[in-house]
C-alpha cells in the first residue's frame, strides 16, 4: 500500500509526546487547551494546581509523603496516583482563643472556691444548739437565732472609749432576733425577742432573756428560746460590737432615715434627722439607744431596719463589683462573725436574703406580742404569742392581732 512522500500516517502516542487536543479547547483557547482555561480563570495559579494534580495525582498521597518523608529509594516508581498536592493549612486561631477562655474561666472557679474556702474555715464557731430533754420537735421551714453580743472581749481601751461600749465585765446580748424562713411561700418573718422580756430559763428560774446568755452563753439562751417559743433552732449566728463597726465601715456605712434627732451621750451618739450615711461607731449607738420616747420598743425597730439596709448594701452590687469594698469585707467578716458548730457558708444566702427583706417589705418584721410589766420586766401575752409562735411553726402567715410594730 502507498502512503504517499509523507509515508503511513502517525498514531498518536508512538513517538510523540504531545498531549491530545479537545476540539473544544482548540476553539476557544487555542494549543493552550484546557492549561488557558484555567490560566483565564484563576491566573498563573489555576495552571500550577491543575499541572500538580496532573502530575502528582490525589493531594492526600502527597500529603503522606510530606508528612513521612521521602522513603523511596532509587528506581523506585511513585505510588498510583502520584503523591498529591500539599494540604493547605488549618486555622488555629478560634483553637486558641478557646483556650484561653477556658483557663480565664478555670481560674476564676479556682479563685471562688479558695475565697469561699478560706471564709468558711474561718467563721468562728461555738456549740449554741444541742438536744436536751424535752427539746421541741422540729416544724416546718428553717429558724434562726440571731444575737448581738455587748462583750468587751477582744476591745482595747481605746475602742472602748471610741465605741461607746462602757465597762461592763462579762457576756451579755443586747440584740436577739428570730428569723423565719418558710418553706412554702409565705413571707420570711423576723421577730425581735425583747431583752427584758420575763422568761423561764432552764436551771436558773424566771428573769429576763438576755440574763440567759450571761449565765450560760450561746447554749443557754438558744435552749431559753426554744423552750419560751416551741420552735426548734436550726442555726446560730452571733455579731460583737468590734465586728458589727468594722462591717459597717468595710462597706462605707449605711443610709439611714431619721424621723427625729437622736442625743444619746450614753451610747455616743448625737444624729440630726434626715438621711445621713451613719459609720461604724455611729451605727452601733443607733442599734443600742434608748434615748427615745418608746425606748426599747424603738430600740428593736431600729434594729431591724438598720440589720435589713446593711444586709441589702453589702449585697449590692455597688459592694460585690467595687474590690476597695468586698475585700475588706470579706477579710472583716470571718472575725466579726460566730456561728453554730454545724454551720457552714453556704447557709448564709439564704439568711442574707430573708434579713434584706426587712427593708422592702418582702419579710414581715414584728416584736414578740407583751401584756404587761413585772417590775421593770416584760411578760409576753400568752394567747398572741401563740398565735405567732404557732404560725411559724407550721409556715401559715402570721395572724393581724399577733403583729406588733408591724413593718409588713
Not at 32 to 60: I, N, P, S
Not at 366 to 372: H, K, M
Given at each position: ?120 474555715l474561718n467563721l468562728n464557731r461555738v456549740q449554741a444548739l444541742t438536744d436536751y430533754p424535752g427539746r421541741p420537735a422540729a416544724g416546718a421551714g428553717t429558724n434562726w437565732l440571731i444575737v448581738g453580743s455587748d462583750s468587751r472581749a477582744g476591745l482595747s481601751a481605746e475602742d472602748q472609749e471610741r465605741l461607746a461600749t462602757g465597762d ?179 447557709n448564709l444566702p439564704g439568711l442574707a436574703f430573708a434579713i434584706k427583706g426587712a427593708s422592702d417589705g418582702s419579710t414581715v418584721s414584728t416584736t414578740v406580742p407583751v401584756g404587761r410589766n413585772v417590775g421593770s420586766a ?31
Amino acid at each position: 500500500m502507498s502512503y504517499g512522500p509523507q509515508g503511513p500516517p502517525r498514531r498518536p502516542g508512538h513517538g510523540s509526546t504531545r498531549r491530545m487536543e479537545v476540539p473544544g479547547d482548540q476553539q476557544l483557547y487555542g494549543d493552550r487547551g484546557q492549561y488557558g482555561a484555567d490560566q483565564r480563570l484563576y491566573g498563573d495559579r489555576g495552571q500550577r494546581a491543575y499541572e500538580d494534580q496532573y502530575q502528582y495525582g490525589d493531594r492526600q498521597q502527597y500529603a503522606d509523603q510530606r508528612r513521612y518523608g521521602d522513603q523511596r529509594r532509587p528506581g523506585d516508581r511513585p505510588p498510583p496516583g502520584g503523591y498529591g498536592a500539599p494540604p493547605r493549612p488549618r486555622p488555629r486561631r478560634r483553637r486558641r482563643f478557646g483556650r484561653v477562655l477556658l483557663i480565664i474561666f478555670l481560674a476564676f472557679v479556682v479563685l471562688i472556691g479558695a475565697v469561699w474556702l478560706y471564709l468558711d474555715l474561718n467563721l468562728n464557731r461555738v456549740q449554741a444548739l444541742t438536744d436536751y430533754p424535752g427539746r421541741p420537735a422540729a416544724g416546718a421551714g428553717t429558724n434562726w437565732l440571731i444575737v448581738g453580743s455587748d462583750s468587751r472581749a477582744g476591745l482595747s481601751a481605746e475602742d472602748q472609749e471610741r465605741l461607746a461600749t462602757g465597762d461592763a465585765k462579762g457576756q451579755r446580748t443586747d440584740t436577739m432576733m428570730l428569723l423565719h424562713i418558710p418553706d412554702n411561700d409565705t413571707k420570711p418573718t423576723l421577730v425581735s425577742l425583747l431583752r427584758d422580756s420575763y422568761v423561764d430559763i432552764p436551771g436558773k428560774g424566771k428573769n429576763k432573756l438576755n440574763a440567759a446568755y450571761a449565765f450560760g452563753g450561746p447554749k443557754l439562751l438558744a435552749q431559753t428560746v426554744e423552750l419560751n417559743t416551741g420552735l426548734r433552732l436550726d442555726h446560730y449566728m452571733e455579731i460583737g460590737f468590734g465586728g458589727f463597726a468594722e462591717i459597717v465601715d468595710s462597706i462605707g456605712g449605711v443610709e439611714m432615715c431619721l424621723k427625729e434627732p437622736i442625743d444619746d451621750p450614753k451610747a455616743g451618739i448625737k444624729l440630726p434627722a434626715g438621711c445621713q450615711e451613719l459609720t461604724g461607731e455611729q451605727a452601733l449607738g443607733y442599734v443600742r439607744t434608748r434615748a427615745t420616747p418608746r425606748a426599747d420598743y424603738d430600740r428593736v425597730i431600729h434594729q431591724r431596719e438598720f440589720i435589713g439596709a446593711l444586709t441589702d448594701k453589702a449585697a449590692s452590687a455597688g459592694t460585690l463589683l467595687n474590690p476597695f469594698k468586698l475585700f475588706p469585707l470579706l477579710a472583716n467578716a470571718p472575725d466579726a462573725i460566730t456561728v453554730d458548730e454545724g454551720d457552714h457558708l453556704h447557709n448564709l444566702p439564704g439568711l442574707a436574703f430573708a434579713i434584706k427583706g426587712a427593708s422592702d417589705g418582702s419579710t414581715v418584721s414584728t416584736t414578740v406580742p407583751v401584756g404587761r410589766n413585772v417590775g421593770s420586766a416584760l411578760q409576753w401575752d400568752e394567747a398572741k404569742k401563740n398565735a405567732l409562735f404557732d404560725a411559724l411553726r407550721t409556715d401559715q402567715p402570721v395572724p393581724d392581732s399577733a403583729l406588733v410594730d408591724c413593718a409588713c
